[in-house]
């Protein structure tokens, strides 16, 4: 019953239902508003980046082969999402939550990384606390963490109805909405690293 109704569904399930189609758009809206906020703390970070008092400057600090590899789990995560979406279009559910798993595990790669990145920062020196810059760069980057940490929880719960539910009309808004922020917390990371890390080192 599950694979003749899966085979029913139409090429785009996530847009089939009105309902669908406004969860989509409504994201986007929400996407809007995110862009707006960590606009603003990029600005207070440009702004605050040289206020760095008796603390490590940016260039002493930052270890790019760490932020490499980190960044290369990131976007590989969000290539293993395009084939998740590619996998729901073709209404194949299995393949849709192996994908879904393997951009979980390759998230929480990133953020195994970044936590012993701001473990390591911490005991240079570099704390929360310790200048505007610090500040600035722990508000920044920890937010774009945090946003990572709701997406494996997003994604993992996901999983777990697409596992027992199956893909229906009702799921794959779900799984598409899931995939669109998935892309643009890893936009925001390429601008991190270039804006924090890669003008840290060089500007």
């Excluded at 395009?82 to 879904?100: E, G, P, S, Y």
């Excluded at 500040?135 to 920890?142: D, H, I």
Aim: net charge neutral.
């Amino acid at each position: 019953m599950s694979a003749h109704v899966e085979g029913q569904l139409p090429h785009e399930p996530e847009k089939a239902t009105l309902e669908g189609r406004n969860k989509v758009l409504g994201f986007w809206l929400f996407l809007g508003g995110e862009t707006v906020l960590f606009g603003t703390l990029f600005s207070a970070f440009l702004a605050l980046r040289h206020q760095v008092l008796d603390g490590p400057p940016a260039h002493e600090l930052f270890s790019l082969p760490l932020v490499a590899i980190a960044t290369a789990l990131l976007l590989t995560s969000s290539l293993t999402s395009v084939f998740a979406t590619q996998a729901l279009h073709r209404h194949d559910n299995k393949k849709l939550i192996t994908w879904l798993i393997v951009t979980v595990l390759l998230g929480l790669g990133f953020l195994c990384l970044e936590i012993y990145e701001f473990y390591h920062y911490v005991h240079e020196g570099h704390g929360f606390t310790t200048s505007a810059f610090s500040s600035s760069f722990y508000t920044l980057v920890g937010f774009h963490g945090a946003h990572v940490a709701l997406g494996i929880v997003w994604i993992s719960l996901l999983i777990g109805q697409l596992a027992k539910k199956g893909l229906t009309v009702v799921t794959a808004p779900k799984a598409y909405v899931a995939g669109l922020y998935w892309h643009f917390i890893d936009v925001v990371w390429v601008f991190i690293f270039t804006v924090v890390y890669l003008m840290g080192k060089v500007v």
